[in-house]
């Protein structure tokens, strides 16, 4: 059977995260065509994740502090932060490779950093991601206050990729010119059980033309 067109978005200036489409129900397989008239755009793409509808945070600002923690001098400290909803679900993470070192002449043992959060409207609260490598950040704690103080570094051995998976999403795509984005992962083989949701996002200014959804089942 041939392609079945779905819907379709045309869309103006956007620079605030905006839900394109919340598809109910499985479908598979599928296609996206992003018409972007300018670069930087990015979209989103989950699939069966039951991710939050707010703006991805800005990263956040670290101070290394030399008392208070038990963190070691001269440690890397990386740091993410999603914004939690009052229904308690996340979505994009504060970009990655947000970092600072504890001093080298501090307490040996002494030290933790103070993370300063950019508010983000409709976050109910922000959870904290922690790591001495860049992605391989683990979840620390949860706050209400857009100040949190990481006093101890998380076990190495639980430093994994794939620790931001679940409020990450399944595809992250960026336009940098542009142009048509025909887009059908895996030769259109992969479906959803449940929801799928798109969302796209640029600078301000920017403008995203059809962003097309079919159905080649």
């Not at 950093?113 to 508010?119: G, L, Q, R, S, Y």
């Not at 990450?168 to 795509?173: E, G, R």
């Amino acid at each position: 059977m041939g392609a079945r067109f779905k819907t379709q978005h045309v869309l103006g200036s956007i620079a605030a995260r905006t839900c394109l489409f919340d598809i109910a129900g499985g479908g598979s397989p599928y296609q996206f065509n992003f018409a972007s008239e300018s670069s930087n755009t990015y979209w989103e793409i989950y699939f069966d994740k039951d991710c939050n509808f707010i703006d991805q945070p800005a990263q956040p600002t670290l101070d290394a502090q030399t008392s208070g923690g038990s963190i070691p001098r001269s440690t890397r400290v990386y740091v993410r932060i999603t914004a939690v909803d009052d229904l308690g679900r996340e979505a994009l993470a504060s970009p990655g490779l947000c970092y600072t070192t504890t001093e080298s002449g501090g307490s040996p043992n002494d030290n933790r950093v103070k993370v300063t959060i950019p508010a983000v409207a409709g976050a109910a609260s922000y959870n904290v991601w922690v790591g001495s490598r860049p992605f391989f950040e683990i979840l620390v704690g949860n706050t209400t206050s857009t100040t949190y103080y990481v006093n101890e570094m998380p076990d190495p051995e639980t430093e994994v990729r794939g620790a931001l998976d679940y409020c990450q999403p399944d595809f992250l795509i960026y336009s940098k010119t542009a142009g048509v984005i025909p887009w059908s992962p895996a030769q259109g083989v992969i479906g959803w059980s449940s929801t799928c949701r798109v969302f796209v996002a640029g600078a301000s200014g920017n403008t995203v033309g059809n962003v097309q959804f079919w159905d080649n089942g």
